[in-house]
């Protein structure tokens, strides 16, 4: 099973910051927190990942807590292309042998004209 | 780069026919893995492959066998077609070393009748 937890449904209005939490409550220290997103009926595409520091790139920004039990992609300014299902996933880094990479249901955003 | 290739886009089986998905990427990746996504659920992973030579059952393996062929092809085939096995098919790959994230091809839509 997938060892993270996010809300099946969220929406956003245009132009506003899109904060998509995720809760990994079992995450081990060298398990690296993933973030993908699904734009429909297209294969999943990565947005961004982190350890244990906040991070950015030019699609999103990743927090992460300092207990690491949870973190929260934030789309800063949201389009409406930004519509897809958002999938959080924690996993070993660089580990090939019995990394199952396993997705959950993920978090359907709607952005509201 | 052509990045993530399958082949068919769309099939169209009777039960208890057999076919082969064909995925090939050119990224020189490692592993390689093959997901199913039923209609309004998430990814679930069926089989991937570490590295050529090897693979390893994912979440829902039954009712699927694969080959890995060589570094570029991961094949996925159904022996014998079940309706349970109307889904769409996604193929990966993933990049070795300090990005490690997952690449996805378009999908293939298959319907079982």
């Known amino acids: 099973d997938a060892k993270t937890t996010q809300p099946p449904s969220m929406d956003c209005a245009e132009g506003r910051a899109a904060n998509l939490p995720c809760n990994h409550s079992t995450i081990s220290g060298n398990e690296y927190v993933y973030w993908y997103r699904q734009i429909h009926s297209q294969g999943p595409q990565y947005i961004i990942h982190?350890?244990?520091n906040n991070e950015t790139n030019e699609m999103a920004s990743l927090i992460i807590t300092e207990d690491r039990k949870s973190s929260t992609l934030i789309l800063p300014h949201a389009t409406l292309r930004d519509t897809a299902v958002y999938y959080c996933i924690v996993r070993v880094k660089g580990k090939n042998r019995d990394d199952k990479i396993i997705f959950g249901k993920g978090t359907r955003l709607h952005i509201l004209p | 780069n052509a990045g993530v290739t399958q082949t068919p886009k769309f099939q169209v089986l009777k039960t208890g026919q057999s076919m082969t998905l064909q995925c090939a990427q050119d990224?020189?990746?490692?592993?390689m893995y093959w997901y199913r996504q039923d209609p309004g659920m998430g990814l679930r992973l069926i089989y991937y492959?570490?590295?050529?030579?090897?693979?390893d059952k994912g979440e829902v393996p039954n009712g699927y066998n694969v080959s890995r062929l060589n570094k570029r092809e991961f094949s996925l085939r159904l022996e014998s077609a079940a309706p349970s096995q109307t889904s769409v098919y996604f193929c990966?790959?993933?990049?070795?070393?300090?990005?490690?994230?997952?690449?996805f091809g378009p999908g293939t839509r298959l319907t079982v009748l």
């Open positions: 990966a790959s993933r990049t070795p070393g300090l990005a490690d994230t997952q690449y």
């Open positions: 990224m020189n990746h490692n592993s």
């Open positions: 492959s570490a590295s050529e030579g090897t693979t």
């Open positions: 982190g350890l244990k």
